[in-house]
């Protein structure tokens, strides 16, 4: 999965200079072509001001195109991203909403849940930025799950990252226990080691196929609700960046009441979210 166009939603807020360090950065780390959206009334003083930064951080016609588009702000943004072709979508995020955003959508959640590329929140951008040294992955139950640990690898590369732990995450032990009436104790948690291990060979397969380069690569199983299991660990191991694969289809508010694993995530974001979409969303 290559990158080889990158758009970043653009607002001139207090976060402006930083989303655009960061994004100027992942477009060098790519050797790709950046798009600014803003969506927005367009004037003088905000061109003049995105003009000093573009030449602050290197930024040409070459490498570089400003798009100064109006309408409604999540629509327009992915509109835009659709005709540009886009691989990943940057956008600013905070780290905890409110109820009632939550419920609603703030723009970075929007984006998340509806873009069709990639899309990358950042909760802490630099106008230093620093590489993505320490990474978490899923490696759980999909059928993307290749291809999001073979970007994650290939970022992880590129950005020469200390570790990738990739993360398997289940209610083990529930499952075990449902599928199995009438077991004893030790026959539920036999049942459950199965499960551990149909997923390891998984797994051991599709890193089999990965170019994984001399990357130190952990693997760990937990036990826990698939999404808030990974966050947590993402959090208290400090991770930079957490990556996951984009549900199968586009979320709405019934995923929101009745939580779907990646809401967990979306709810209180642990770390940097890339979340790694895939051609059959629908």
Known sequence: MQINRIALALAF?????????????????FQSHLYLIHVGDYTAGNEQELQQLLERFNLTKQNCTVLWQEGETVDTILETCKERH?????????????LLQYYMGSVARQLSRKAQCSVLMLTEPSTEPHPFRNIVVSGGESSHTADTIALAMHLAKLEKANKVDIIQESEYHNIARLSSENKTADEVDQIKQEFISEDKEKLDEILSCTDCGSLKIERHHLEGKP??????YAREHEADLLVLSSPDKILNLLDRLFTHDIEHVLANLPCSVLIVHHENLN
């Open 13 to 29: 807020s207090p976060r402006l200079e930083a989303n655009l360090a960061e994004a100027a950065r992942l477009n060098k780390l």
């Open 86 to 98: 886009t691989d990943l979508l940057i956008t600013g995020a905070l780290e905890k909403e409110g």
């Open 227 to 232: 999404g808030f299991a990974i966050s947590n």
